[in-house]
């Protein structure tokens, strides 16, 4: 079976070249285009989670051989996430030669945080499948690179820093306001507020409520640093 151009291109990109290039193929299609003739990607999507999952939690074992679990389990969190693999498929521009209905496609399936969440890690397994776990490993740990370094900053997200804020100073945790959503159905942009029990906010867009509640957070942590 061969391969189109843009899936050689893609190849280059992950820096592996499939023995069995039908295996890159079918992490590619999505269950929109699938039919009996042509499986989706869903199983290997099972399968690389699971991958990632061991790699990650390989990785941090070995970055701090004396943290406990409760330290590992956020920064496992931060590195599995479905937002942190969208941001991965996007950097390799994954959307670009996924295969998708026609419907995924006019709803701007490309770009959808959990549609490509979920290619990468059929990707992964598809990498597993054809070369074996070292190949998936070193895969996965150049492309999610520094961010396992910096995972520790990562982990502690700006909605958890500003509930610490609060209880450090006997108040109630802050609340999440949604002040308005736009865009079309397929790329809504949310805009949401943090505000405090004493009325101070911040507020940001993004195209998840979670990014726009990080987004708010942060915002509103830079306000107070800011004013003491």
């Known amino acids: 079976m061969k391969l189109s151009s843009d899936a050689v291109a893609f190849e280059k990109r992950i820096g592996h ?25 869903q199983r290997l999507e099972f ?11 390989t990785a941090l074992l070995e970055q701090d051989p004396n943290a406990s679990e409760g330290q590992l389990a956020p920064r496992f969190n931060a590195l599995v996430r479905k937002e942190t693999c969208a941001d991965i ?17 006019i ?3 490309r770009r959808k945080q959990a549609l490509l969440g979920d290619a990468i890690e ?13 190949a998936a490993r070193d895969m996965i740990l150049r492309l ?9 900053a990562d982990a502690r997200d700006a909605k958890t820093a500003l509930q610490e804020w609060a209880q450090a100073r006997g108040l109630k945790p802050p609340q999440y306001v949604e002040l308005d959503r736009s865009g079309p159905d397929h790329a ?13 906010e ?8 979670r990014q726009a509640e990080q987004g708010a957070a942060t915002a509103l942590l830079e306000k107070l640093e800011q004013t003491t």
């Open 107 to 109: 709803s701007g399936g």
């Open 144 to 152: 999610w690179g520094e961010r396992i370094a910096r995972v520790d």
């Open 89 to 105: 498929a996007r950097e390799i521009d994954l959307g670009a030669v996924l295969k998708l209905g026609r419907s995924e496609m």
């Open 202 to 209: 911040a507020s940001a867009s993004a195209g998840s409520k």
């Open 17 to 41: 070249r499939f023995a069995r290039p039908e295996l890159l193929i079918r992490a590619l299609t999505h269950g929109s285009i699938s039919s009996p003739t042509r499986a989706d990607n």
């Open 122 to 134: 059929a990707v992964i397994a598809a990498v597993y499948t054809d070369a074996g776990f070292e």
């Open 188 to 200: 809504p942009v949310f805009t949401i507020a943090a505000r405090l029990p004493d009325g101070t």
């Open 47 to 57: 399968l690389g989670d699971r991958v990632l999952g061991l790699v990650m939690a």
